[in-house]
Nanobody, 121 residues
Framework: QVHVVESGGGLVQPGGSLRLSCVVS????????MGWYRQAPGKERELVAS???????NYADDVKGRVTISKDNAKNTTYLQMNRLKPEDTAVYYC???????????????WGQGTKVTVSS
C-alpha cells in the first residue's frame, strides 16, 4: 500500500507564492513519476506539472514560467513552487505518484487527499 500526503495549501493574495509538498510512503521499490493535478470547483481535474524518475518535467501551458516542480529522492517527496499566483489558480491540488513495488507491481493510481489553494484578495 502506498500513502500520499500533500501539504502547503492555504490562502494567498494574487501575486503571492506558495510551496506545496507531497510525501510518499509505503510499499515502494521505486517511483517512476510524480505529478501535481488540480481541480477547481465545477471543473475537471487537470495536470499542473509532473516530474519523472530521471528529472524530466512537464508543465501545463498556463503555469509555465510561474510554477516549478522538483523532487527529493531521499525523502520520496515532490514540491510544487508556485509564484505570481492568480485567482484562476484557486483549486484543490492533488499529488499523483506512479510507483513500482518490491514485487514488481506498478501502480499509477496513487493519489493524496488534496490540499486547497485559494488565491484571493
Amino acid at each position: 500500500q502506498v500513502h500520499v500526503v500533500e501539504s502547503g495549501g492555504g490562502l494567498v493574495q494574487p501575486g503571492g507564492s506558495l510551496r506545496l509538498s507531497c510525501v510518499v510512503s509505503g510499499n515502494i521499490y521505486s517511483i517512476y513519476v510524480m505529478g501535481w493535478y488540480r481541480q477547481a470547483p465545477g471543473k475537471e481535474r487537470e495536470l499542473v506539472a509532473s516530474i519523472t524518475h530521471d528529472g524530466g518535467t512537464n508543465y501545463a501551458d498556463d503555469v509555465k514560467g510561474r510554477v516549478t516542480i522538483s523532487k527529493d529522492n531521499a525523502k520520496n517527496t515532490t514540491y510544487l513552487q508556485m509564484n505570481r499566483l492568480k485567482p484562476e489558480d484557486t483549486a484543490v491540488y492533488y499529488c499523483n505518484v506512479g510507483t513500482v513495488s518490491y514485487t514488481g507491481a506498478s501502480n499509477f493510481d496513487n493519489w493524496g487527499q488534496g490540499t486547497k489553494v485559494t488565491v484571493s484578495s
